[in-house]
């Protein structure tokens, strides 16, 4: 995975949730803004999201819809950065 697709999914989640304050709403849409920035695939950025999950950055929210927010290991950039400098790059 390419950090340019996780630093790009990082920022949009950020813009969505409010700094880390609110609810992610509808992560499709981060997604999508994301897409647009890098030019890549819509699968490539989700893979950057289960990534960002699996790491505990982000958790889903206990709701029947798709809601996501970010943890406070997710609202620490340098964590962040870490974690985008130690993935392999593809």
Not at 9 to 24: A, H, P, R, T, W
Not at 41 to 70: S, Y
């Amino acid at each position: 995975m390419k950090s340019e697709v996780l630093i790009a999914l990082y920022k949009q989640l950020m813009f969505f949730s409010d700094n880390g304050k609110e609810v992610i709403e509808n992560p499709a849409i981060a997604i999508s803004e994301a897409c647009k920035c890098v030019g890549c695939p819509r699968t490539d950025v989700r893979e950057a999201l289960q990534t960002f999950e699996a790491h505990g950055f982000i958790r889903q929210v206990d709701d029947p819809r798709l809601k996501f927010v970010i943890t406070e290991a997710g609202r620490d950039q340098v964590k962040v950065e870490e974690l985008i400098n130690t993935l392999p790059i593809t």
